[in-house]
């Protein structure tokens, strides 16, 4: 089995803060809110990568305020 979950698809709150270019806190309070896609395991948030590329283009609009 591979380790690198990265590249698996699974990201741990760390790696999406990062991906995101935001803290920590930030994704924290975005999944406890139900705003950003995540799941947990064991207590511990983890997150589908290619939910968040979804959930980044569902965020994105143009400036007509529709979506891109």
């Given at each position: 089995?591979?380790?690198n979950?990265s590249?698996e698809?699974?990201?741990?709150?760390v790696?999406?803060?990062?991906?995101?270019k935001v803290?920590e806190?930030?994704?924290?309070?975005?999944?406890?809110?139900?705003?950003?896609?995540a799941?947990?395991?064991g207590?511990?948030?983890?997150?589908?990568?290619?939910?968040?590329?979804a959930w980044?283009?569902?965020?994105?609009?143009?400036?007509?305020?529709?979506?891109?």
């Open positions: 089995m591979n380790q979950t590249n698809g699974v990201l741990t709150l790696e999406v803060a990062a991906y995101l803290t806190r930030t994704i924290y309070r975005l999944a406890g809110a139900k705003k950003i896609p799941f947990k395991v207590g511990v948030w983890r997150f589908k990568k290619g939910d968040i590329d980044i283009n569902s965020q994105s609009v143009d400036s007509d305020g529709g979506e891109r």
